[in-house]
């Protein structure tokens, strides 16, 4: 938003990806996370790489890292970006039951990164469930959001 109108929308009320060419290249990085709950058997089957979908969290990792890069294929109005770094990293919780997907993205542009790395953590998340639903459909995906981003004019923010 621009003081209290919408950047994606004209003065008509029409959508219209944002004019980005007179902004400041500056390094910009986002952090996103989301968790996928699980049945303890389920998340024992991914740890001990016994999915009969085979590694779990290496194909996890491989989408959202793909899923990063084609942001701008998947929502509309995001500008195609040449990141320069996206990883998606997995943290196991037993005692929960759970596996929290946290992806990092960065980009030295003139716009952010936080759709790409909001992206990367959905498709992972995604990943997991597919890999594994045919031992547990009761999955659920929780949490998706914006943990920091840095860079550009709105400065740094950390949740």
């Known amino acids: 938003m621009t003081g209290d109108r919408l950047t994606h929308l004209d003065e008509k009320g029409a959508a219209r990806m944002v004019d980005v060419g007179d902004k400041a290249v500056t390094s910009r990085t986002a952090v996103a996370e989301g968790v996928v709950h699980m ?9 001990g790489g016994t999915a009969k979908k085979g590694d779990v969290i290496a194909t996890a990792r491989i989408a959202g890292i793909m899923a990063a890069k ?4 998947l929502i509309p109005l995001c500008h195609p970006l040449a990141l320069s770094k996206a990883t998606v990293d997995f943290a196991p919780d ?5 596996i929290t997907v946290t992806a990092t993205v960065k980009v030295e542009g003139k716009t952010g990164v936080e759709m790409e790395a909001l992206t990367a953590v959905s ?6 469930y597919d890999m594994v639903k045919a031992v547990d459909r009761g ?3 929780t949490d998706v959001r914006l943990i920091e981003k840095s ?3 709105s400065g740094h923010y950390k949740a």
Do not use: F
């Open 123 to 128: 498709v992972a998340c995604l990943t997991l």
């Open 70 to 73: 084609r942001t701008h294929e």
């Open 151 to 153: 860079g550009g004019k």
């Open 139 to 141: 999955m659920t995906i």
């Open 39 to 47: 049945k303890p058997e389920t998340l024992a089957m991914i740890e």
């Open 94 to 98: 037993a005692a929960s039951s759970t």
